[in-house]
């Protein structure tokens, strides 16, 4: 799951910023996941990154079942 962030900033600048970054090819999205992916690398010891990765990766995926009309068939069987 991820969180949001939410940063202040003028209209003026966010307009501005927004059209130079453009001019390279990026957008403010990446470059802000660009700079926290840094912060944490540079924050966060290593071994609670590797924990991290190894407790996010191990979480089984549930895939869902095919809804069920009232006889019990599938939906495309109908």
Do not use: F, H
């Not at 202040?8 to 130079?20: D, I």
């Not at 999205?29 to 990154?49: F, G, W």
């Not at 991290?52 to 109908?78: A, C, M, W, Y």
Request: glycine letters at 2%; hydrophobic letters at 25%; proline letters at 6%.
């Amino acid at each position: 799951m991820k969180d949001k962030i939410i940063l202040s900033m003028s209209e003026e600048k966010l307009s501005a910023l927004e059209m130079y970054l453009a001019q390279r090819n990026t957008t403010l999205t990446s470059e802000i996941d660009k700079y926290a992916e840094q912060l944490y690398n540079k924050n966060v010891p290593q071994n609670v990154r590797e924990y991290i990765e190894l407790t996010s990766d191990s979480k089984p995926v549930r895939k869902l079942k095919p809804s069920k009309n009232s006889e019990g068939r599938p939906p495309s069987e109908q």
